[in-house]
């Protein structure tokens, strides 16, 4: 029948239970949810709501959880309707719930970290200007407060910047000026980012590893992230040490990886770095000018370039970030150079 063909086609669970709740038609939705098994009802919720309906004569709606167990453990929220029909017969219709859940959860926690972080900045920038107020007739320390002004003023525009950057790349879509991009190039643009804030803590750059390597996608975005996994480098990094970035074509991929000498990452927090606003060390973060989006942001290029980002670090050793990207062409080995390992690729 047409109608079977179209409720087998909907993403929405189907049920239709008799009088004597014996299920007489359910859709590949309802059995995909484990919601439905043979003639019966799996889920002591949805027998309550049928005979509920069918005891009142009114339709009704119900929100629960149902935990499938087995591993991995999956719990579904989901939403159902019924509706009394002829002879004691009851229509039900199951949504799953979960995505939508998930997504309004972080969502939620999204607006309360921003807000959050917001606030420290323009608080700060508040006291400081009421401060340079009451110094006014004191010129040193007017220019110490307002020193501090323009610090967090920096750093509440780099938040934004930074939050603008987020969003645009959370559709998680390809590139839309998807580029041959030269991945030489984009190093050179890293590196020169960086250089500044590297030189005040004498900490030296080195490069090395093949060079010619070409990958597909957006210049642009892809020397943010080389950039961003470069600030953090060296914002972790002892000074008079070394970070070092290399470049490999192995196989149909490219892999770059920024390595540095800096206080490392316990195993326990590399499974939470790239979520958004996630410090390792909070206090420290906040004294480098750290917004906690830097890692996330790395974490959107890539995928969205179809790659994967992988990390090895231990406190104390420093870390390896590596990116791999798919590969687009040949590249050539330099002989002599710095060669960093990279150690996320083996970890």
């Not at 307002?146 to 790349?169: F, H, I, K």
């Not at 998680?172 to 500044?196: F, M, Q």
């Not at 770095?273 to 906690?292: H, K, L, M, N």
Request: with cysteine; aromatic share 2%; proline share 3%.
């Amino acid at each position: 029948m047409a109608a079977d063909r179209m409720l087998a086609l909907l993403p929405t669970a189907a049920i239709l239970v008799d009088s004597a709740d014996n299920v007489r038609m359910a859709n590949v939705a309802a059995v995909s949810m484990s919601i439905v098994k043979g003639a019966r009802l799996e889920v002591g919720e949805l027998e309550q709501l049928v005979r509920a309906v069918r005891r009142t004569g009114t339709a009704q709606t119900m929100e629960f959880v149902i935990d499938q167990g087995g591993f991995p453990r999956r719990v579904l929220t989901v939403g159902a309707r019924a509706q009394p029909l002829d002879d004691g017969e009851v229509a039900l219709v199951v949504d799953d719930l979960t995505e939508s859940k998930r997504v309004d959860a972080v969502r939620r926690d999204f607006v309360a970290n921003v807000g959050h972080e917001i606030k420290t900045p323009v608080g700060a920038l508040t006291v400081l200007a009421e401060a340079a107020l009451d110094a006014h007739d004191d010129p040193d320390a007017v220019h110490h407060f307002l020193t501090r002004m323009q610090r967090e003023a920096s750093r509440l525009s780099r938040l934004v910047q930074e939050l603008l950057d987020l969003s645009r790349l959370q559709g998680g879509e390809t590139p839309a000026s998807a580029d041959d991009v030269a991945v030489d190039a984009v190093i050179d643009e890293a590196i020169d980012r960086g250089r500044l804030v590297a030189e005040a803590k004498r900490i030296e750059i080195v490069r090395g590893g093949d060079t010619g390597c070409v990958v597909v996608g957006s210049e642009n975005q892809l020397v943010t992230a080389v950039s961003n996994l470069l600030d953090n480098a060296v914002a972790y990094s002892p000074e008079r040490t070394e970070v070092a970035v290399g470049v490999h074509h192995r196989g149909d991929m490219v892999e770059i990886a920024v390595k540095d000498q800096g206080i490392g990452i316990h195993q326990t927090d590399q499974e939470r770095i790239f979520e958004r606003f996630y410090r390792v060390d909070p206090a420290r973060s906040r004294d480098t000018g750290g917004t906690g989006l830097g890692l996330a942001i790395v974490k959107h290029i890539v995928s969205n370039h179809r790659g994967q980002i992988t990390v090895w670090s231990q406190p104390g050793a420093g870390s390896t970030f590596t990116l791999r990207l798919p590969a687009t062409g040949p590249s050539r080995s330099v002989a002599g150079d710095e060669q960093p390992q990279s150690e996320a690729s083996s970890a």
